[in-house]
């Protein structure tokens, strides 16, 4: 079955203390992209990455990284999380094979910074 | 400051009844405009989408109005039904990265 899956699905941590969210998918797709959804803003793009080793910020990149060592595997990284980090995150991936494909999400990573 | 600007952000309709969504954006490179459907505990999935050199597009009780002018576009949903029940998000994409989302919109049909 396609998917993309992300890990852990969610977690309750205290400030400073550094966490890792994972996300694979297993379709090939090239582009994958980190969202976090926060009541009446929507979904804001926090960092993507065209393709292996090639990633780049999105509108609200402060706080967090990634990394793209593998095609089908972007975690996401907070080295010092802070409560204005809580929120429901999302990964999703798609493909450049043709235009205009759907991006593929996660079920999201709801992530409570205390 | 939203790129994609989307209302009501909360709606209420009867079961049979139309259920109408609006956005609207500013973006002219904007040229791609999907509308995706999120269900509680799930990650928001593809509903219907449209490109700007269309006007409508329609699959099963699900239409997109697009007006190219006036730089909006609606989600229009006929004889809504319970399962219908999700948070709809309307987006636009510019490029190959640039996808803007609107701020949501949570809908209820009622029984």
């Known amino acids: 079955e396609a998917q993309v899956t992300q890990n852990p699905r969610y977690l309750i941590t205290v400030t400073g203390k550094k966490l890792t969210v994972t996300c694979s998918q297993n379709?090939?797709?090239?582009?994958m992209s980190w969202y976090r959804q926060d009541p009446g803003l929507g979904l804001r793009q926090i960092y993507y990455?065209?393709?292996?080793?090639?990633?780049d910020k999105g509108d609200v990149p402060e706080g967090y990284k990634v990394s793209r060592k593998e095609k089908r595997n972007f975690p996401l990284i907070l080295e010092s999380p802070s409560p204005n980090q809580t929120s429901l995150y999302f990964c999703?991936?798609?493909?450049?094979?043709?235009?205009?494909?759907?991006?593929?999400f996660g079920d999201g990573t709801r992530l409570s910074i205390l | 400051q939203q790129q994609v600007k989307q209302s009501p952000q909360s709606l209420i309709v009867q079961k049979g009844g139309i259920s109408i969504i609006n956005c609207a954006y500013e973006?002219?490179?904007?040229?791609?405009f999907p509308w995706y459907q999120q269900f509680p505990g799930k990650g928001p999935a593809l509903l219907i989408a449209?490109?700007?050199?269309?006007s409508e597009k329609k699959e099963g009780r699900f239409t997109i109005s697009f007006n190219k002018s006036a730089k909006q576009f609606s989600l229009h949903i006929m004889d809504s039904q319970p399962g219908d029940s999700a948070t709809y998000f309307c987006?636009?994409?510019?490029?190959?990265?640039?996808?803007?989302f609107g701020a949501g919109t949570r809908l209820t049909v009622k029984p």
């Open positions: 999703a991936s798609r493909t450049y094979r043709s235009d205009n494909q759907p991006q593929h």
């Open positions: 379709m090939n797709h090239e582009y």
């Open positions: 990455s065209m393709n292996v080793e090639v990633t």
């Open positions: 973006n002219t490179a904007f040229d791609y």
């Open positions: 449209i490109r700007p050199d269309v």
């Open positions: 987006a636009a994409k510019a490029g190959d990265n640039d996808m803007r």
